[in-house]
């Protein structure tokens, strides 16, 4: 089983203060729902991990980590029936009924090791997960841990975004700023999947294997078809959350002014046809 950490640190110190600012759980809901369709929809698939052939094995195991409502787990078991599927979470949003004979979920804290054996899953799969676990953790535990967790050949896909919202109008401008330094604040590296080729490779685990890289535009507005409506609905949800919760104390608006410098950030969007970058990086285990 995997070393607990030295240094304690809550996990998801950002992400339960953001889901709970929420004005619901239905909205949290439909924000990951509709996030993990549009990482899906622009990567054209819900992996590029070189791992078909063995999905069609029913002893092949799958790890999602930071699985949130398993909204990719489900799609995965549902497509690909045969494999074993297992999500974790801090979070316990995982559903409760309906669930494939073949996906187990268990609340688990990430950063007290991964509760598993040695060589245990062909492909571990992470996403959105780098703004909430400060740039320490990522370097010295859990890349490492995931390491130990698959399997000779096994496949390791990361998918999140980088930091920075390109053609930014003036208030957006001043959100990305108050968001940059409660991240900083937090020791979270908000370009952290810029430096995942470098981590992995200094593992020995990856050190002889290929970081494979993808980076796709998430467009900010319908400017961009019915994809870039659908990513500015995830991104209200989002700045509001992330307001709400975070930075509102920062950038001096008051409870009853955030939905109108929300209205801003939105118009601004449209007009100056914003957009982030999203990555995916990903990566087979030594044989």
Known sequence: M???????????NHHEIY???????????EEQ??????????FKGNFSSDIRDILSYSNTKILDIGCGFGF???EMASEFPKPN???????????????????????????????YEDNTFDFVHIQCLTFDIPELYWETNIYNEIARILKPGGWLEICD???????????????DLAYLNNLRSRKINP????????????????????VHHKRSKYPLGSYENNLGKLCAKIMRYRIHAIIKGLVAKEMNIKR???????DKIMNEFETNKSYYYIHRVYVQKNF
Request: glycine share 4%; proline share 6%; aromatic share 14%.
């Open 161 to 175: 975004m980088e930091f920075g919202i390109f053609n930014c109008g003036p208030v957006t401008r001043r959100f």
């Open 191 to 210: 370009h952290l999947i810029l430096r995942s080729h470098s981590i992995l490779k200094s593992i020995p685990s990856f050190s002889s294997s290929q």
């Open 2 to 12: 995997g070393k607990y950490f030295s240094k304690e640190f809550k996990l998801y």
């Open 33 to 42: 729902h509709c996030s993990h369709i549009t990482m899906r929809d622009i």
């Open 85 to 115: 599927y297992f999500g974790i979470d801090v979070l316990p949003v995982f559903p409760t009924s309906t669930i494939p004979h073949n996906v187990k979920f268990s609340q688990h804290d990430l950063l007290k090791g991964l509760p």
């Open 256 to 262: 009853y002014e955030i939905d109108s410098t929300i």
């Open 72 to 74: 990719w787990l489900m």
């Open 19 to 29: 889901s709970r600012s929420y004005e619901s759980k239905d909205d949290y809901n």
